[in-house]
């Protein structure tokens, strides 16, 4: 993400199947072509919920910012969770099982260039929503948060604060222990849906 300037590549995270084939295409029938980096964990090729339609296939593009896919009433949501990646699944996953309907979780499947309009239609509706949370697996001075929160912080309305919610500073990228990986992850998807 360092490397990111003058519009000279394109940083994607797709989190479907829709959304990497689409992106591959954009790739291609485009006149000019910037290198494309893509971030994604082979675990989203097995995961149950990472999943396309294939009516999402055949029809529509890449989606730079992916709204919130279920039916959640707008004038409930008092908190909007931003994400990228596999994580997303995640916070999904243990929405649904708590029933937070007062959460919605936008998903940003390009970084750079950042896509500031789909971001701002993304969380337009809700007006109730004060807080922004950042959610990253990665440690805090890794991963999305340094070099994007100020392109969050333009997408936001005057009443709304962004906070980060992820691993805190580390030297490395990993801790080493999947034991201590899943306590970690666990956390911060807790973090990242509930007021705490």
């Known amino acids: 993400m360092q490397l990111c300037a003058q519009q000279n590549i394109q940083v994607c995270t797709p989190t479907t199947p829709a959304q990497m084939f689409h ?25 149950k919920l990472a999943v396309s339609s294939l009516n999402d296939l055949t029809n529509g593009g890449f989606q730079t910012v992916i709204p919130e896919i279920d039916p959640l009433d707008a004038e409930q949501v008092t908190r909007i969770v931003l994400c990228c990646g596999k994580v997303y699944y995640d ?24 896509p500031k309009v789909a971001l701002r239609k993304a969380i337009a ?23 994007s929160q100020h392109n969050i912080l333009d997408c936001l309305q005057k009443d709304q604060s962004l906070h980060y919610t992820g691993r805190g500073f580390a030297a490395a ?17 807790e973090q990242a849906l509930l007021d705490k």
């Not at 309907?101 to 940003?108: K, S, T």
């Not at 509706?125 to 070099?147: D, H, L, M, R, T």
């Open 125 to 147: 509706n809700y007006k109730y929503a004060k807080k922004v949370i950042w959610c990253q697996e990665e440690p805090q001075n890794q991963g999305v948060w340094f070099s």
């Open 23 to 47: 992106m591959l295409r954009r790739q291609i029938i485009r006149k000019f072509r910037k290198p494309l980096i893509v971030m994604t964990p082979k675990s989203l090729l097995r995961h």
């Open 91 to 114: 916070l999904l996953q243990k929405r649904r099982e708590d029933g937070l309907n007062h959460v919605v979780i936008v998903r940003i499947e390009q970084l750079y260039p950042f």
């Open 173 to 189: 990228p990993a801790v080493g222990s999947i034991y201590l990986h899943t306590q970690q992850q666990e956390e911060l998807v």
